[in-house]
């Protein structure tokens, strides 16, 4: 099956810097989101992005799916951004979707 | 709207029980998923649902699972018999007509489970 692949698996950051994180998959997909879980374990939608770039305020995404791969910049970080980001992605003509291993932030004050 | 809702929110049961977790989706939404999450596997598809219906059910781990959709605002995931190794976190998912393939999905807040 399709493989996800994400980096770094940990990153710390202080308060104010800005990160990207990767998403690498294996074969080419119908669908990728991005998403947040929290400190509570909830999943929030960050971005659906099969291709192209997008953004939202201080978050921004782009997808290059020829080349299978997605990055996720998040710029002047807080200590809310701290969580897992996930990157999850579909296979063609199935709904199962996947998801990568997640980045582990932590934006201290 | 209100969201994915689940319930309950934390379950603790003891080996051997019966467990029922339940789920509501967005109103409107035609496909329904549950996901699991352990430490281990991290986060794998159980079972999905389009119109009530269930489509694939290949990631159901044993004949201890089961899932049923009544209708189209109400899901179950029952385990019987629970097993401490069936302790994780349970969510519920749900996306509009065409499914992922045209869509985003949406997750409930999950139901954590605890085996012991």
């Known amino acids: 099956g399709i493989q996800v692949e994400q980096s770094p698996p940990d990153l710390i950051l202080q308060e104010g810097a800005n990160s990207t994180l990767r998403c690498n998959f294996s074969d080419s997909v119908n669908n990728l989101q991005w998403f947040h879980q929290n400190p509570w374990g909830q999943l929030i939608n960050l971005f659906y992005?099969?291709?192209g770039t997008k953004q939202n305020g201080r978050l921004s995404a782009t997808t290059v799916a020829t080349e299978r791969y997605s990055l996720l910049y998040i710029s002047s970080s807080q200590t809310t951004d701290s969580g897992v980001y996930f990157c999850a992605v579909l296979p063609y003509n199935n709904n199962d979707m996947r998801f990568g291993a997640g980045t582990r932030l932590t934006v201290k004050p | 709207d209100a969201g994915v809702i689940q319930s309950p929110r934390h379950e603790v049961t003891e080996m051997g029980q019966e467990v029922t977790l339940r789920c509501k989706p967005i109103s409107g939404h035609d496909y329904l998923f549950w996901y699991r999450q352990t430490m281990m596997r991290g986060l794998e598809l159980l079972i999905y649902f389009n119109n009530n219906v269930p489509i694939d059910d290949s990631g159901m781990p044993e004949d201890r699972f089961s899932a049923k959709m009544p209708n189209a605002s109400f899901s179950t995931l029952k385990i019987q018999p629970s097993e401490p190794r069936d302790s994780a976190v349970y969510f519920c998912?749900?996306?509009?007509?065409?499914?992922?393939?045209?869509?985003?999905?949406?997750f409930g807040q999950g139901t954590r489970l605890t085996v012991v």
């Open positions: 992005i099969p291709s």
């Open positions: 998912a749900s996306s509009p007509t065409g499914g992922l393939m045209n869509t985003e999905a949406f």
